[in-house]
């Protein structure tokens, strides 16, 4: 079946770092979306990509889809103590979502 | 912003019982999903739900689990039987048309604790 890999497993970085997880799916999808989850939190949808190649920002964060729509990236410029948490990429399959293993983020202020 | 609520946020059930876990979803979304959260893991789909059927399901989402809409407003799931490793966190979300890329909002989610 449809597989999402996503890596890092963990990535504790000191304050101002950035910070970078990637995410790569066995299978061309018509979408990937990115969530957030703080610990103890539910996930948090973020943002959606569609188009081949496509790049969009939020404040800090970027998200880049790939050209041939099996990859993703976020990248978050000069990380603060209010981005920990894991960030999840997912991609449709069917009538669900595949997620990704997730991505542990910890900044050391 | 409208939200997915999901009750009740903490269930502790002895091995064996039964228990339903209930969520109201966004109110002009038709598409329902349950997902689980084994502690420390990634989320897993369990069951998508249209139009009064499911549509999909996971090879976790077996006997013991079934999905009910039974009003306009709620979204349940109940397990029959609780195993011990049915302890999760148990999240639902809803979406418009996925047809039309439209994104899935999760609830708070309710952490499933079995005893």
């Known amino acids: 079946g449809q597989q999402v890999m996503q890596i890092p497993q963990y990535q504790h970085v000191q304050e101002g770092e950035d910070f970078t997880t990637y995410c790569n799916s066995s299978t061309t999808l018509s979408n990937i979306q990115w969530y957030k989850q703080r610990p103890g939190g539910h996930p948090v949808f973020l943002i959606q990509l569609v188009k081949s190649g496509e790049v969009k920002k939020q404040k800090r964060l970027t998200f880049q889809f790939g050209e041939a729509k099996k990859n993703s990236s976020l990248h978050i410029t000069a990380t603060q103590t209010t981005d920990v948490g894991t960030y999840f990429c997912a991609g449709p399959g069917g009538n669900k979502l595949v997620f990704g293993a997730g991505t542990i983020l910890r900044v050391k202020s | 912003e409208p939200e997915v609520t999901q009750t009740p946020s903490h269930q502790v059930t002895q091995m064996g019982q039964e228990v339903i876990l209930r969520c109201v979803p966004i109110s002009n979304h038709l598409y329902f999903y349950w997902y689980r959260q084994i502690l420390g893991q990634k989320v897993e789909f369990l069951v998508s739900f249209y139009n009064n059927e499911i549509s999909e399901k996971s090879e976790i989402f077996d006997d013991q689990f079934s999905v009910e809409r039974p009003d306009g407003s709620n979204f349940t799931l109940k397990i029959r039987s609780t195993k011990l490793e049915d302890s999760a966190m148990y999240f639902c979300?809803?979406?418009?048309?996925?047809?039309?890329?439209?994104?899935?909002?999760f609830g708070d989610g309710t952490r499933l604790s079995i005893l």
């Open positions: 979300a809803s979406s418009g048309d996925p047809g039309r890329n439209q994104p899935q909002h």
